[in-house]
């Protein structure tokens, strides 16, 4: 995998926002290389709480808010194209279909997050939920070659060299 693009799920997110080592030397390896790191507009609702400073608020800008065309890579016609109507269809069909873990709820922003991620060539995504998410991209034809998983508890060995991505 060369160069992927990452596309942030709330878990990386909330692993930013508590200031967890792993999870602010990930983000400042991602924001170094040529792609911001994507966060989908929907994650960051989930994430974002209002009235007061956090470490979050000093990460966002550094990213890719997916689906606001002001803060897309110039060279990146996905980031720039924004959301389209496909998106909506394919994370509902992923959601119908995805074999997700018994005791879990279909989350329409994890499947988004996915369809963002398979827009690109090339995407790891990192989550809290590696479980959810590998189910998701599995369900969407011809992801699984294209999107690796990366879980915020491996950010450690990843960043050690290690091949911990599903």
């Known amino acids: 995998m060369s160069n992927p693009v990452f596309v942030y799920d709330t878990g990386m997110l909330v692993a930013l926002d508590r200031a967890e080592q792993h999870a602010r030397r990930l983000h400042q390896y991602v924001a170094e290389q040529g ?8 994650v ?9 400073w956090t470490p979050l ?16 890579p ?7 194209a924004g959301h389209v109507e496909d998106d909506a269809k394919r994370a509902g069909r992923i ?9 879990k709820r279909p989350d329409a922003v994890d499947a988004l997050a996915v369809v963002i991620a398979a827009r690109h060539p090339e995407a790891v995504i990192v989550t809290s939920d590696p479980r959810d998410l ?25 960043l050690a060299g290690k091949r911990v991505l599903r």
Not at 61 to 72: D, E, I
């Open 57 to 72: 608020s000093r990460a966002v800008p550094q990213c890719t808010l997916f689906g606001v065309r002001s803060s897309a």
């Open 95 to 103: 959601l119908a279909s995805a074999a997700i873990p018994a005791e």
């Open 134 to 158: 590998t189910a998701y991209r599995d369900a969407l034809p011809g992801a699984a070659e294209a999107i690796r998983v990366l879980d915020v508890t491996d950010l450690a060995a990843f």
């Open 35 to 42: 792609h911001p790191p994507v966060v989908p507009l929907p």
């Open 74 to 80: 110039l060279s990146c016609g996905v980031c720039l």
């Open 44 to 52: 960051l609702a989930q994430a974002w709480r209002p009235g007061r």
